[in-house]
């Protein structure tokens, strides 16, 4: 198994899609998972920093779930994690003979952790070869991908979820929770921060427009913009959007900063930042009576808040991602709600290239078919 290089990821996309089919190349009945298992075995695709630092240390705190095997172009990764995580030699595979993952009973989900330009090739791999689908967020390079995607996990009859992690966590289902109730009366003005500063090797795949598709939007801005439709509970209908960069030397292919607003049609109106040269961890929701804010609102761990009142909203320490896991372990064992869906997944990317489109038309408002 070779080392699969930066350069190389796109050259794979363009052999890799060529051979990608929608229709199912497999039987139903290995299609259908055994969703009688106690514990799912999860496969993580890619081992990053995300991979190794999040999702691995999450499947050891799981219930429903847990780590069964891995699929890297990195051969010297192979032993490590093997050793750390007591994986079989059977369940390590490389990015060539991904698709043989279809006969091993031991991997029920595959979870997509790679650079966006892979997303597509690999969640459709994943379906085609009868596994359920975790793809990283964002979800896909385009709206026809994201179509491609979940057209592939229907075909093929598996599930499929996006790595919203925040959509399982406590304090922003209680947030949630007291919007829904009307604790605070309707909300008027919505705001959403998503951000941090991206410094260090200018050749990382993210600031490589090739490879993500983007730059601070579809890395953290897909947060924002979560708050932004959780906060109002209701779909967006217009968007307008600005883009500003105070390092262009250095975000030279991605956008590094970007502001938008949303228009609600119940008259909420939410604006939402995102930078990768700005630090932004916020949701503040503005109500008839009242307001509800997380100080702490995209941050790995501890995710928190107030009220107008003086609530507290504080969750503790956890690991989010273990949450996010054992929910889709559950959608796929025991029909609970997938609270992540790939039509999330197209829906935010739908806003995305509308925030796009605004930016390239100087500010113009664009309507969204949601």
Known sequence: MALLSRRSFTQKIVKGTAAIAVTSQIPIAQACMQTNKKSLGIALVGLGSYSKGQLAPG??????CHLAGIVTGSLE????????????ENNVYSYENFDE????SDIDIVYVVLPNSMHKEFSIRAAQAGKHVICEKPMAMSVQECQ?????????NVKLAVGYRMQSEPSTDRLKKMISEKKYGKPHFITASAGYVSRGNPDQWRLDKSLSGGGALVNMGVYAIQGAIYAAQE??????AQEYSTNPNYYNDTDETITAQLKFPSGTVASIDTSHNAKGDRIFVS????WI?????????VIKGKTSDGTIIDSGPQSQQAKQ?????????????????????LRDTIIVEAIYESIAKNGAEIKLSL
Not at 101 to 104: D, R, T
Not at 287 to 290: P, Q
Not at 325 to 340: P, T, W, Y
């Open 101 to 104: 993952i279809a006969g091993n």
């Open 235 to 240: 779909l967006p209908y217009t968007v307008t």
């Open 293 to 301: 804010e997380l100080t702490k609102a995209h941050s790995y761990g």
């Open 59 to 64: 499947l050891l705190k799981t219930k429903h």
């Open 77 to 88: 990764k192979i032993a490590p994690w093997r050793e750390e995580y007591d994986i079989p």
């Open 287 to 290: 109500c008839e009576n009242g």
């Open 148 to 156: 491609d995607i979940i057209g592939a996990c229907n075909a093929n």
């Open 325 to 345: 896991m054992d929910d889709f372990a559950l959608h796929i064992k025991e029909g609970a709600v997938n609270k992540a869906p790939g039509a999330m997944g």
